[in-house]
């Protein structure tokens, strides 16, 4: 490929990624007969979708998303709990664009951080502007930043990111500084860009969270106004696949001196 007499002519119009399927296409188009336009409509959609991937990996990268958590890989079967018209309806991202916002709320393990950035994904592939990030680490980063000065870039950051992943609210309680970070993230997103929040707490529990009740019903306020709020039942995935694979496993060997 390396040596390929059309290298230099490729790279001049940077389209050397057509070497890639050249030969395969070139194939195809005699033994197809394909005419000239049909042969070279064909390497211009590979270049295309090789574009389109190249460009989906560095949006992947910078958004914090995990690329082998796509929806495609969620065990409904394994979540009942789960609305799957509602999920699949979702992933179209029209919410996006009406600027509205999910909540996604439940135990530990029942699939809600697998769910987000599943819609994350699918977000990613439609060119949106996707920021993810477990809510103790952003509220760390901010505070962080506000010494390092890295503060206005980090925080342009979050509000010009279409979507927002905010994942395991309720984890830690927040310190009166960072409940004032989470506050002003949700009121500054409010209907200009959706936000997807995943959280083991019930609504009635934020107050705790926040140390503050002023602030918490304020910030709920506004993220349930346009909000589309799934309440997953059920057990951990992780806890049912410790059981699974215990059961599972071969019976021990008896000891010598059981023998």
Same mark, same amino acid.
């Given at each position: ?5 059309? @290298?230099?002519?490729? !790279? ?10 050249? &030969?395969? !296409? *070139? ?6 007969? @394909? ?9 211009? &959609? ?10 989906? *990996? ?16 969620? =065990? ?12 699949? &309806? ?28 599943? #819609? ?8 949106? !502007? ?8 952003? #509220? ?18 979050? @509000? %010009?990111?279409? #979507?927002?992943?905010? =994942? &395991? ?22 209907? !200009? ?22 602030? *918490?019903?304020?910030?709920? =306020?506004? @993220? ?19 059981? %699974? ?15």
């Amino acid at each position: 490929m390396m040596t390929h007499p059309l @290298l230099p002519k490729l !790279r001049q119009l940077r389209l050397s990624g057509m070497l890639e399927t050249l &030969d395969l !296409r *070139a194939a195809q188009a005699i033994e197809r007969q @394909l005419a000239p336009v049909e042969f070279l409509a064909l390497l211009l &959609d590979d270049e295309l979708e090789r574009r389109n991937q190249s460009r989906l *990996a560095r949006r992947l990268a910078q958004s914090g998303c995990d690329g082998q958590k796509d929806l495609a890989h969620f =065990d409904f079967a394994a979540a009942p709990g789960v609305n799957r018209t509602l999920i699949q &309806d979702l992933s179209t991202c029209t919410f996006i664009t009406r600027h509205e916002n999910i909540l996604l709320c439940g135990p530990t393990g029942v699939g809600k951080s697998h769910l987000a950035n599943g #819609l994350g994904m699918e977000a990613l592939k439609r060119e949106f !502007r996707v920021l993810s990030y477990s809510v103790h680490h952003l #509220l760390k980063n901010l505070h962080a930043t506000q010494a390092s000065g890295g503060h206005t870039r980090l925080w342009s950051k979050i @509000l %010009k990111a279409d #979507l927002l992943i905010l =994942d &395991d609210f309720g984890l830690y309680p927040l310190t009166p500084q960072a409940a004032q970070n989470m506050y002003e993230i949700i009121s500054e997103r409010y209907e !200009r860009a959706s936000i997807i929040v995943t959280s083991n707490r019930a609504f009635e529990e934020w107050a705790e969270v926040f140390g503050n009740d002023l602030l *918490a019903s304020a910030a709920l =306020d506004r @993220l349930t106004h346009h909000t589309h709020t799934l309440t997953i039942r059920g057990s951990s995935y992780r806890q049912r696949q410790r059981r %699974k694979e215990e059961h599972g496993a071969a019976p021990a060997l008896p000891a010598e001196s059981e023998l």
